[in-house]
């Protein structure tokens, strides 16, 4: 399978390689900038202002964007929210602004994709209630996409404005510094849902699966980032006399990270490149994610051990890929959660 990028997916890694370095520390601020070099909209159509390059495009950015161990929301806004509004057809003034990084979109579709809020019909408009933690991109989001449960329990999407009344959103702080929030949700009124009833399924599945894929791109670029630190560490740090990656023990720890990373890059691409060519790849990205979760964690903490006290340094740059790549580990499932997902697709 040929994983080489074209033209325009080499544009985008390179272009996004250039950007990470010079991105300013506001994220408003940081987000403006990308919509003013076109990276928002890489894997969205011309109609709401992307580029339309494509699913490789996006992991691409996905893994600059790790390499760079970016905090911003790309997935819940990029995916969770962009995707199911694009299916929609509805929204493109709203997808448009996210585009020129104007605003920010986040979607939530509850814990493991089982909805923590619940909707009620009352004549010609929809009453959502409920609370739902740790939402990454939601203190900055001006709208969001959420997931609810009916009467009948059937799963169905909604577009939620930050502003609407009985919307409260409470930011909520982790280690790794980005932007989470509570959103509580009191009899909020809303339109329509997003897709026609008995579509919601597959739409929240295709896009946890598109998420799921975008997280393993992430971190991906996490490891690269955090192996290419900790090579470098081991060839310069000195004890007794020589360079620490001369002594077997750290050098085996290294070379177990690289085959790890490798491994990595290797079930992401074949996973991304068969959903890019619109091919059944479900069971080729949870292959992905699973290998993401546990390789990173693997990675990340031989890239500790080895550095020792530099890596807990605030003023060295590893600890942040070790708080992204723990954070990214457990978004949207961890490892058990995918190994399990993994064999139940085997299954069937």
């Known amino acids: 399978m040929d994983f080489s990028f074209d033209e325009s997916q080499l544009a985008v890694r390179e272009l996004a390689r250039k950007l990470f370095e010079r991105l300013p520390a506001d994220p408003a601020a940081a987000w403006r900038e990308l919509g003013q070099a076109q990276l928002l909209g890489v894997a969205l159509p011309e109609a709401v202002g992307g580029t339309d390059a494509g699913l490789l495009a996006l992991c691409a950015l996905l893994e600059q964007a790790g390499e760079a161990a970016s905090g911003l929301p790309w997935i819940p806004s990029l995916v969770l929210a962009a995707m199911p509004l694009v299916r929609s057809g509805r929204h493109s003034e709203l997808l448009a602004a996210m585009v020129r990084g104007d605003r920010v979109l986040c979607g939530s579709f509850g814990e493991r994709a089982e909805p923590a809020l619940r909707v009620r019909r009352e004549r ?34 909604f577009l939620v404005e930050a502003g609407a009344p009985g919307v409260r959103v409470d930011p909520q702080t982790v280690a790794s510094g980005c932007a989470l929030g509570r959103l509580q949700l009191q009899d909020v009124r809303v339109d329509a849902p997003l897709c026609a009833p008995g579509q919601a399924d597959g739409l929240i599945e295709a896009t946890l699966d598109r998420a799921y894929l975008a997280q393993s ?104 890929y070790f708080l992204a790549s723990k954070q990214n580990a457990l978004r949207l499932g961890g490892h058990a959660f995918h190994l399990a997902r993994l064999g139940a697709l085997l299954a069937s």
């Open 124 to 157: 010609d408009h929809y009453l959502l209630s409920g609370t739902e933690s740790c939402v990454e991109g939601l203190p900055l989001a001006a709208a969001f996409v959420v997931a609810a449960r009916s009467e009948t329990q059937d799963r169905q999407l």
């Open 217 to 320: 791109a992430y971190e991906l670029g996490l490891c690269t980032r955090a192996l290419a630190l900790t090579a470098r560490f081991a060839s310069e740090r000195q004890q007794f006399g020589r360079p620490i990656g001369t002594f077997q023990a750290v050098a085996q720890r290294v070379a177990d990270a690289h085959i790890a990373v490798e491994t990595m890059r290797l079930t992401v691409w074949r996973a991304a490149s068969l959903a890019a060519q619109g091919a059944a790849a479900k069971c080729e990205i949870a292959v992905a994610r699973t290998i993401a979760a546990e390789a990173g964690h693997e990675v990340v903490c031989a890239a500790q051990h080895v550095h020792g006290s530099h890596g807990f340094d605030r003023s060295y740059p590893l600890h942040r």
